[in-house]
């Protein structure tokens, strides 16, 4: 994300397969994205609360491209959102280490909490994990939804529907059809 084209914070809307999502950015990349609430307004009030120096705008080209790339992951196409810029500086460290591993999972693929405690070296903080990825600020580019419970339960998932977003979300990247759905762990 260049400066030039973002330097004051700001938010905008945008309709996907899931509903309306909102996305938040500044000047060193996206702050947040979120997944629907139960309507748009409720969806723009969370962000106004999330993020109080945004103001609603016009996205800058950077963001408008992660907003099409999130777009095309949602309409089934496999897109690897780890290359997004991402501004997690009011993030805990341990979170955006969790974010980190998160982000290596390729789409229609998942990993458990557990998994992700032994990739950073902590296999004992495996519920930490799943409170971290319960407070991800950029649902969808880190892919919180792509992270299971033990044995493959789909476990909790915080977004407006619970764990029925995460569901579909994992249907859409066809997590669902192609076997155990912690596959991409046994790799």
Known sequence: MTTSTATAPGFALFETPLGVCGIAWNANGITGLQLPEASAEATRTRLRRRWPGAHESEPP?????????????????????????????????????????????????TLTYGDIA?????????????????????????????????????????????VATKRRMLEIEGALDSGPLFEFARR
């Open 61 to 109: 080209a950077d963001v408008q491209r992660a907003i099409d790339r999130v777009l095309a992951l949602l309409g089934g196409a496999a897109i690897d959102l780890s290359d997004v810029a991402l501004d997690l500086d009011e993030v805990p460290e341990f979170h955006r280490k969790v974010y980190a591993v998160a982000r290596t999972i390729p789409p229609g693929r």
């Open 118 to 162: 032994r990739r950073l070296g902590v296999p004992q903080e495996a519920r930490e994990v799943g409170q971290a990825l319960g407070r991800n600020p950029v649902a969808i580019i880190v892919p919180c939804h792509r992270v299971l419970a033990a044995n493959g339960r789909m476990g909790g998932f915080s977004a407006n529907g619970g």
